[in-house]
């Protein structure tokens, strides 16, 4: 089991996006309907077969390799919790224009509506701002009655609900955790590495301006009367919405050259690394996804292998690698699944 690199994988998505995917990675535009980049990726969109999962360089899917062998994989410890199943989708987003105002159901939610173990709580480590205002907005500021939530989206008042919504400016390095239930849309003009659990539902509160139907398509296919009570309606006040974020200097430190950029509460969820230029970062063996941001530099694994890395490459290792070094004027995100034991989906 070695490392290996990735290409792009990049369906066709309803908003606008992909230009800086394209710069990160060094490949041509193709057009701004690609704003994601499915990376190492198990799962498929919603309602689809196979299209987003990675197909591995001898054509075979990844999702059938690591179901063969989890062990190789994923690791003994993880493949007893979860099986085959890595338990984490890592995506490139490219906001080429604000999001849609949604939100994702919980585990419970997504078990008693759409037979389905997980729900979707993810998280944002920012990488770049490029607009001229680089803003999320997460969380409604005080509590909103269920029927004028219902009365926004069925009239599609975008402008009163952007106006409820806690209204964040972003940098690059900062990393948030955005728990399922909770209202957000990214603003135009952020690439970042998207870590979530591996599902593709969203309720869309808002899509007018976007290449999608949201009458149709934005309630998972269970009515907006039950698709709406997922939200959560609750208001976020400034100190409970803080503790979801963590800047670049605010990680949680792992070993020299390692942090953990995302709060304690992501743990059971996923984990993002963030490797610092430096000596070496070393790594305990996982199955992770390395995404490098810039720089150059080598990763040796236990076997010996090694593998040149630099900035806009992404790389799947397997827990069957072994554990690793990191050396080089580098710098990287790491995703990993929910540590062992944590909830990822339980």
Not at 106 to 128: M, Q
Not at 239 to 261: C, F, N, Q
Not at 337 to 345: D, E, R, S
């Amino acid at each position: 089991m070695k490392p290996l690199h990735l290409g792009p994988n990049q369906p066709v998505r309803f908003y606008r996006g992909g230009e800086r995917i394209a710069a990160f990675r060094g490949v041509a535009v193709e057009n701004d309907s690609v704003p994601e980049d499915w990376v190492g990726s198990t799962t498929a969109l919603f309602g689809e077969a196979s299209l987003g999962m990675t197909r591995l360089p001898d054509g075979e899917l990844l999702r059938d390799a690591v179901a063969s062998d989890p062990v190789a994989w994923l690791g003994a410890a993880h493949a007893e919790r979860f099986g085959g199943d890595p338990a984490l989708l890592v995506k490139l987003l490219d906001a080429g224009q604000r999001l849609p105002v949604h939100c994702h159901p919980s585990d419970d939610f997504a078990r008693r509506h759409l037979d389905c173990p997980r729900g979707k709580t993810e998280s944002w480590v920012i990488t770049e701002v490029y607009g001229d205002d680089p803003v999320v907005h997460l969380g409604f500021r005080h509590d909103v009655d269920a029927e004028i939530l219902a009365g926004w989206v069925e009239r599609q008042e975008t402008e009163a609900m952007l106006d409820v919504l806690h209204r964040i400016p972003v940098s690059a390095g900062d990393a948030v955790l955005v728990p399922a239930g909770i209202p957000h849309a990214i603003g135009a003009g952020i690439f970042l590495v998207e870590l979530q659990q591996p599902t593709d539902l969203s309720v869309l509160l808002d899509w007018q301006g976007f290449d999608v139907d949201g009458l149709r398509d934005g309630h998972l296919g269970l009515g907006f009367e039950v698709a709406l009570s997922c939200v959560d309606r609750s208001g976020w006040a400034a100190d409970r919405l803080a503790a979801l974020r963590r800047r670049r200097d605010e990680g949680r430190p792992v070993s020299a050259g390692v942090d953990l950029a995302l709060p304690a509460e992501a743990d059971s969820f996923f984990r993002a690394q963030r490797l610092r230029p430096g000596p070496e970062a070393r790594l305990e063996a996982a199955f992770a996804i390395l995404v490098v941001i810039r720089g150059n530099g080598v990763l040796t694994t236990d076997d010996g292998g090694t593998l040149d890395v630099r900035g806009g490459e992404t790389v799947l290792i397997p827990h069957g690698a072994g554990s690793a070094v990191l050396r080089g004027d580098v710098e990287a995100v790491r995703c990993m699944p929910p540590a062992t034991g944590g909830k990822g989906g339980d």
